[in-house]
């Protein structure tokens, strides 16, 4: 630090505090905004398909006109077929008040203890649920303000209105948040689908293939081999559901909005670059005199040049170092929020080694890639050029 150009350098940073103040805040909020978005959604990506895949999705649901023990069993143990459930999904109503009514969505469970596709998860109460009560999804008690224990009334499209106690809340990482869809997810026996007055025959088929698994076009070609197989045995195949393999079903959605705020942070620390570079800029041009001295008393181009790039990385350091913890905080708070409203389980916030790089690369060399130009021009002058321009400042 004992030489002339460094302490040129340190004089230029007190002379000019001001403005390098506001080329760091400059910086430090633009790589905040792009370090809240890039941290909230490598957190929330990963926990999202921790959530998804922890419920060992199914890679397709087949409906049937019926679906016993034995078809399950014979379907467990085909060529390409890893394991298979029974299930049925059956659309009804929940009365929240009085002629008021509210969609119900009732997932049918044969035995919730040894179901090991697309399984929900306990949260609170009762597990498993006896006869004649329901689970339902954790969203639907604040909902409904209805708590553990208390009665629903729900009817079915061949039953009456019939009252069931609630007894456990479950996790589904799966659905939508009821508030969001306005209905009731709840998750009952068959025996207390029948006692709400429809039949205890299930009619849907869940598979997951073993070869593949996340290859949608494997899946087709397994499922669709296994369809002919069904009809074949004299089962009537009504529909064939293919999930995005190993996908959350709102991933794309999120994705789609978390890219659109990055774009905008890109577009923002651009944007600060640029000032930063036009700052330089103007310094540089009030720095005419003391350019070419240095090259009348042996400065290099090059060693010039440095000092200036030296001067733009201490300013994006800097700025890192105010703008990425900040960055990387807002960020768990952000994903907070999102997983409130996709109701996912944070199981870590910790953010990838990698963020930390990127963003603290992205304070340094993009603003030192948009003032590389004006840099050079200003110190590529020769002296005689330096002169020249000296007699026309003040």
Same mark, same amino acid.
């Given at each position: 630090? #004992?030489?002339?150009?460094?302490?040129?350098?340190?004089?230029?940073?007190? +002379?000019?505090?001001?403005?390098?103040?506001?080329?760091?805040?400059?910086?430090?909020?633009? &790589?905040?905004?792009?370090?809240?978005?890039?941290?909230?959604?490598?957190?929330?990506?990963?926990?999202?398909?921790?959530?998804?895949? *922890? @419920?060992?999705?199914?890679?397709?649901?087949?409906?049937?006109?019926? %679906?016993?023990?034995?078809?399950?069993?014979?379907?467990?143990?085909?060529?390409?077929?890893?394991?298979?459930?029974?299930?049925?999904?059956?659309?009804?109503?929940?009365?929240? =008040?009085?002629?008021?009514?509210?969609?119900?969505?009732?997932?049918?469970?044969?035995?919730?203890? @040894?179901?090991?596709?697309?399984?929900?998860?306990?949260?609170?109460?009762?597990?498993?649920?006896?006869?004649?009560?329901?689970?339902?999804?954790?969203?639907?008690?604040?909902?409904?303000?209805? #708590? $553990?224990?208390?009665?629903?009334?729900?009817?079915?499209?061949? =039953?009456?209105?019939?009252?069931? !106690?609630?007894?456990? @809340?479950?996790?589904?990482?799966?659905?939508?948040?009821?508030?969001?869809?306005?209905?009731?997810?709840?998750?009952?026996?068959?025996?207390?689908?029948?006692?709400?007055?429809? *039949?205890?025959?299930?009619?849907?088929? !869940?598979?997951?293939? +073993?070869?593949?698994?996340? #290859?949608?076009?494997?899946?087709?070609?397994?499922?669709?081999?296994?369809?002919?197989?069904?009809?074949?045995?004299?089962?009537? %195949?009504?529909?064939?559901?293919?999930?995005?393999?190993?996908?959350?079903?709102?991933?794309?959605?999120?994705?789609?909005?978390?890219?659109?705020?990055?774009?905008?942070?890109?577009?923002?620390?651009?944007?600060?670059?640029?000032?930063?570079?036009?700052?330089?800029?103007?310094?540089?041009?009030?720095?005419?005199?003391?350019? =070419?001295?240095?090259?009348? /008393?042996?400065?290099?181009?090059?060693?010039?040049?440095?000092?200036?790039?030296?001067?733009?990385?201490?300013?994006?350091?800097?700025? +890192?170092?105010?703008?990425?913890?900040? =960055?990387?905080?807002?960020?768990?708070?952000?994903?907070?929020?999102?997983?409130?409203?996709?109701?996912?389980? $944070?199981?870590?916030? %910790?953010?990838?080694?990698?963020?930390?790089?990127?963003? &603290?690369?992205?304070?340094?060399?993009?603003?030192?890639?948009?003032?590389?130009?004006? /840099?050079?021009?200003?110190?590529?002058?020769?002296?005689?050029?330096? +002169?020249?321009?000296?007699?026309?400042?003040?």
């Amino acid at each position: 630090m #004992n030489s002339p150009r460094w302490k040129k350098l340190l004089r230029d940073l007190q +002379s000019a505090q001001g403005r390098m103040a506001m080329m760091v805040i400059a910086i430090a909020v633009s &790589i905040f905004s792009v370090g809240t978005f890039l941290s909230a959604y490598t957190i929330a990506r990963r926990e999202m398909s921790r959530n998804y895949l *922890g @419920t060992n999705p199914a890679s397709a649901f087949i409906e049937l006109d019926r %679906v016993d023990d034995a078809l399950v069993k014979a379907v467990s143990e085909r060529e390409g077929i890893s394991e298979a459930e029974a299930t049925s999904w059956v659309g009804g109503r929940a009365e929240i =008040g009085p002629n008021e009514w509210m969609p119900v969505l009732l997932f049918v469970v044969p035995d919730f203890e @040894t179901s090991h596709v697309s399984t929900v998860a306990p949260d609170a109460g009762a597990y498993p649920p006896s006869e004649q009560t329901i689970l339902v999804e954790r969203e639907v008690l604040p909902m409904l303000d209805l #708590n $553990i224990g208390d009665a629903i009334t729900i009817q079915t499209p061949n =039953g009456t209105k019939q009252q069931i !106690k609630i007894s456990w @809340t479950v996790h589904d990482p799966a659905l939508a948040p009821a508030w969001q869809e306005q209905t009731v997810y709840g998750y009952i026996t068959p025996g207390t689908l029948a006692t709400l007055g429809e *039949g205890e025959t299930l009619n849907i088929l !869940k598979v997951i293939v +073993s070869d593949e698994p996340y #290859n949608v076009t494997a899946i087709e070609s397994t499922v669709s081999k296994l369809a002919a197989w069904l009809k074949a045995q004299g089962y009537v %195949v009504h529909e064939i559901r293919i999930p995005p393999p190993g996908r959350h079903p709102h991933q794309s959605q999120m994705t789609s909005v978390i890219t659109l705020f990055l774009v905008f942070s890109f577009m923002a620390l651009l944007l600060s670059a640029i000032l930063s570079a036009t700052m330089i800029n103007g310094l540089l041009a009030q720095q005419i005199r003391q350019i =070419g001295i240095m090259k009348a /008393i042996g400065a290099r181009t090059r060693q010039i040049t440095g000092l200036y790039l030296v001067l733009i990385v201490l300013l994006g350091m800097a700025a +890192s170092l105010i703008g990425v913890p900040l =960055g990387i905080a807002a960020g768990r708070g952000f994903t907070g929020v999102i997983a409130q409203l996709l109701k996912l389980e $944070i199981y870590s916030d %910790v953010v990838p080694s990698w963020v930390y790089l990127v963003l &603290i690369l992205m304070c340094i060399l993009i603003p030192l890639l948009v003032a590389l130009d004006p /840099i050079l021009k200003a110190t590529r002058i020769t002296v005689r050029g330096d +002169s020249q321009r000296l007699r026309h400042q003040p």
